[in-house]
């Protein structure tokens, strides 16, 4: 475990509780059981007291030698059994009778007893500590009256060391706080294992990962059985942790391609300006493979471009100028734009507008984008003398856009992957126009207007139809 870490300031913090909770409990038992064994204590005495009593009142009848003696030897039987010393007074305060033979110097003496006035009431006194000319140590003293009918008799005075009664309650303490103090121990050791595996193992596992990661190895992942907080940070670690992943290949497929487009068109520029320069391509063909270059300089130019918009776009730094523009209008001038690659590949075009103005929010520039993108793309894909059909279309407070290709259909596994950058199918890839930023450009420019975009294949293999929102004004 590692110091000063959360986990071990919980674990501290949680014996810190049972430690105090523990000694709370003994301290509270200690002070019951003293009370209670001084109660019972109480209990004895006076139980016993009445017992002393009885024969204290037949013995001052004639206070006889032989009847006190015989309360005497009563006396010291019972203060033997309660390992305490009894002295018996009469209504003056004058002892005649001790339980043992060290006190028969007080015997005929007077006692002041300051609770005199209130042990002629009828009342019992208990108290702790010493009685002068009596009790020359800490005790517990304990006075009872003695009553003949309603005529107060004589006081019984009892008294036992507290160093007596302390011992066997020493013992009780001593296992008290002897099982206070291990039941803290072994708390803390259940609550620093539980711990260890149900909060520092789990986190010691995400913790060791999430360095892997950081060095690389982003296939890592936390495997954590566990349905609580720490089975959902586990879960929630592996979710990043696929994002990472997901990341991670998407930079490296990117640096593939980019790697892979760029080089294409410089070494083609090279070869032909290097061949150019060495005299090796005949004067006559200059014009042509000059005229090549410029075209690969041209890719060059547009990849560059689609990789600055798309980056500004996903970096959140892409900003729209949006206004109440005329969608219809739009259309016409980008199939105006094709009109060249439309009659080299002998295409016929479609053009089904809902209404003759059609007014949207958006930004006319990238909508132009937008649908050159989707144009171009038709285009490509189409046989020669094929089909391509633009559309409009309203539903509610929005406005479908489809841009419909007779071309062969998407397959399955190829349909999510079109939006990503670079990607081609392989008819596509053969074309050195195409840079593969079109869709995910035009993805990301609707994204941003809070407008969908989709594609469908139709029936028959034979048909694909991109179809994008707008919102009407």
């Not at 993108?373 to 479908?400: A, C, E, F, M």
Request: glycine fraction near 6%; aromatic fraction near 8%.
């Amino acid at each position: 475990m590692i110091k000063n870490s959360l986990v071990s300031k919980m674990i501290a913090a949680f014996t810190f509780i049972v430690a105090i909770m523990f000694i709370l409990v003994a301290t509270i038992l200690s002070f019951w059981f003293e009370n209670y064994y001084f109660e019972q204590r109480k209990n004895q005495l006076d139980m016993q007291g009445d017992r002393i009593a009885t024969s204290a009142v037949n013995s001052l009848g004639d206070k006889s030698t032989l009847s006190v003696t015989k309360l005497e030897n009563e006396m010291s039987f019972i203060g033997d059994l309660l390992n305490s010393d009894i002295l018996i007074a009469d209504s003056l305060g004058y002892v005649y009778a001790v339980s043992n033979v060290k006190y028969k110097d007080i015997v005929a003496n007077s006692l002041d007893l300051k609770e005199m006035d209130e042990l002629r009431f009828g009342k019992t006194i208990e108290k702790k500590g010493t009685y002068e000319n009596i009790v020359d140590k800490p005790s517990y003293i304990y006075m009872k009256p003695i009553f003949s009918g309603d005529s107060f008799r004589g006081v019984i005075l009892m008294y036992t060391p507290i160093e007596q009664i302390k011992a066997p309650i020493k013992k009780v303490y001593s296992i008290i706080w002897l099982g206070a103090i291990f039941s803290v121990i072994t708390t803390s050791i259940i609550i620093y294992y539980f711990s260890q595996k149900i909060i520092i193992k789990p986190l010691s596992k995400i913790n060791s990962v999430a360095r892997k990661i950081s060095k690389g190895e982003v296939e890592k992942r936390v495997i954590i059985d566990s349905n609580d907080e720490i089975g959902e940070l586990a879960e929630s670690f592996n979710t990043m942790a696929d994002s990472l992943e997901k990341v991670e290949k998407n930079r490296r497929d990117f640096m593939s391609n980019v790697s892979h487009e760029l080089r294409s068109p410089i070494t083609s520029i090279k070869g032909f300006i290097g061949g150019i320069l060495d005299g090796v391509i005949p004067k006559d063909k200059e014009n042509h493979y000059l005229q090549i270059a410029y075209d690969e300089v041209q890719r060059l130019t547009r990849l560059v471009n689609d990789l600055l918009d798309l980056a500004a776009m996903e970096s959140g730094k892409f900003s729209l100028r949006v206004t109440e523009i005329d969608i219809n209008e739009i259309i016409k001038l980008c199939i105006i734009k094709f009109e060249p690659k439309i009659n080299d590949k002998k295409l016929k075009v479609d053009v089904l507008l809902q209404d003759e103005h059609l007014y949207v929010e958006g930004d006319r520039d990238r909508l132009i984008q937008v649908l050159t993108n989707l144009i171009d793309n038709s285009i490509k894909y189409v046989p020669d003398g094929g089909n391509i059909k633009l559309s409009t279309k309203i539903k509610g407070d929005k406005l479908l856009v489809s841009v419909f290709n007779d071309g062969p259909n998407i397959e399955e596994n190829e349909l999510r992957r079109i939006w990503d950058r670079f990607y081609k199918s392989d008819k596509a890839r053969t074309s050195k126009i195409s840079t593969g930023l079109g869709l995910p450009i035009a993805r990301n420019i609707l994204s941003q207007l809070g407008e969908d975009i989709w594609v469908e294949n139709k029936a028959k293999d034979q048909g694909v139809t991109f179809i994008f929102t707008l919102t009407r004004v």
